[in-house]
């Protein structure tokens, strides 16, 4: 019976495609108001914790993710399911999310490590459903569906914060308004939860994956997994510049990965800004990285990704250290908003050049294989830069500052890794050609 629905027609409807890219905009929301925006603020200007306890927590839910991706991944693969790992991953990250600000400091930490955790293993099975409301000719336009509706939940989770934390700062907290202030962003909290579940409802009811022969799974499925992240590494060496290139991934992404997550604490605890400018200075650099992301897409296509992309790690060099210097020299905040807005463009940069680079460097008939790859190195990144922040602010004293210019020295390094990487077109033999 099954091997017949394999070969049954696979039908996408519009429905399926929209309900698909509405959990672009679900998960989205989270991203923007739990890991970039809110939650650092609480935990260190509410609960009175430091940038290191919110970095540990994040590394850690990372870390956690990447020793379980492989096998979670080859998981559904054997059964050839996404979508009830989709909606597992989902709901315990809303559940978790609803749930923070309860307890004190340590709870909440670990709430966030755990919904964290989720929002990232349910990407993963998100982003191979794209397989199944799409075909090889509408792959990017469905993508860029799910990625615009993103762009829409990040306005949406700003405007959230914008409603409910209207008239408290976190930067203003006393003993009198300490409770206040806390139970209004225990309200952010919820209301992107119950955000979160909406707009992933329809993708559970509406989205029908392609019917396909189950797998039974092998007892030795976790050693199979890392044994073949083995063989891919092993694999990926025979490909001029593919390892240097990822290498010089996990530098660049540990950098623009890290000031995203703390942002937020650096513009209000160094440079002045109360949480409503920083929730502006959010949507300002959304907007600018939503038009750099199109202007990118032309200068990849006519100068090639390596250019583009060297091109936008100079301008993130510049932002790094720009934004340190303003912080050690105490300028003017009003001196960082075009330096906000650069970062905007330069994020837009990033994305659209570094994809079409590991693309350029894969042949496609293992493009899946080593797209897996790439994802590990940012996944890797992502364990590194929140740890060695926090342990610049808080162990070693240094101050935000210097974990900025932190930041600058792994652009370098990896711009430099970057060099000996050649973006020609490559003339793939026919067997590797799907």
Same mark, same amino acid.
């Given at each position: ?36 925006? +809110? ?63 309860? &307890? ?21 099975? +998100?982003? @191979? ?11 990017? /336009? ?23 934390? /209207?008239?408290?700062? *976190? ?10 202030? *806390? ?57 001029? &510049? ?59 296509? /006519? +100068? ?47 994305? *659209? ?12 008939? +293992?493009?899946?294989?080593? *797209? ?5 190195? $940012?996944?890797? @990144? ?7 922040? $926090? ?37 793939? @033999? ?5």
């Amino acid at each position: 019976m099954e091997a017949d629905a394999v070969r049954e027609p696979h039908r996408i409807s519009h429905l399926s495609v929209t309900s698909w890219a509405l959990y672009d905009l679900a998960n989205t929301v989270f991203s923007t108001n739990i890991v970039s925006l +809110y939650f650092a603020l609480f935990v260190v200007n509410v609960m009175q914790g430091t940038d290191f306890d919110f970095g540990l927590a994040d590394s850690l839910s990372m870390l956690a993710l990447l020793l379980t991706a492989p096998m979670l991944g080859a998981i559904s693969d054997q059964v050839h399911r996404r979508m009830p790992f989709l909606m597992v991953s989902s709901l315990l990250c809303i559940g978790f999310t609803a749930l923070l600000g309860q &307890g004190g400091l340590i709870t909440s930490l670990v709430i966030f490590a755990a919904a964290n955790f989720m929002y990232q293993a349910g990407l993963m099975f +998100y982003n @191979a459903l794209l397989l199944d409301v799409s075909t090889p000719e509408t792959q990017g /336009r469905v993508g860029g569906l799910g990625t615009g509706l993103g762009y829409l939940g990040s306005f949406l989770g700003v405007g959230i914060g914008i409603l409910l934390l /209207r008239g408290a700062s *976190s930067a203003d907290v006393t003993p009198e308004n300490a409770q206040s202030i *806390s139970e209004k962003f225990m309200q952010v909290f919820q209301v992107s939860a119950l955000l979160f579940l909406i707009f992933a409802i329809p993708c559970f009811l509406f989205v029908k994956e392609r019917l396909r022969e189950r797998q039974k799974i092998p007892a030795h499925l976790a050693r199979q997994a890392f044994t073949q992240i083995y063989y891919t590494l092993s694999h990926a060496r025979e490909y001029p &510049g593919l390892l240097r290139f990822l290498l010089s991934r996990v530098f660049y992404i540990d950098a623009v990965n890290t000031v995203i997550v703390f942002l937020g604490l650096y513009t209000t605890k160094e440079i002045g800004f109360t949480d409503a400018d920083f929730q502006g200075i959010f949507m300002v650099s959304i907007i600018f990285a939503v038009v750099g992301s199109f202007g990118w897409g032309f200068v990849v296509d /006519r +100068y090639g990704p390596k250019r583009t992309l060297n091109v936008v790690l100079v301008l993130w060099m510049l932002i790094f250290l720009s934004t340190a210097l303003i912080g050690y020299l105490h300028l003017s905040k009003q001196v960082f908003w075009p330096v906000a807005c650069l970062a905007g463009v330069a994020l837009g940069g990033t994305w *659209s050049s570094d994809r079409p680079f590991m693309l350029r460097l894969s042949p496609p008939r +293992y493009i899946g294989e080593f *797209s897996g790859l790439y994802t590990m190195a $940012g996944r890797f @990144a992502s364990v590194i830069g929140p740890l060695l922040w $926090g342990m610049i602010v808080e162990k070693l004293h240094w101050g935000r500052p210097a974990a900025v210019l932190s930041l600058l020295v792994m652009v370098v390094v990896g711009f430099f890794l970057l060099q000996k990487v050649d973006d020609a077109p490559r003339d793939w @033999a026919p067997e590797l050609i799907e």
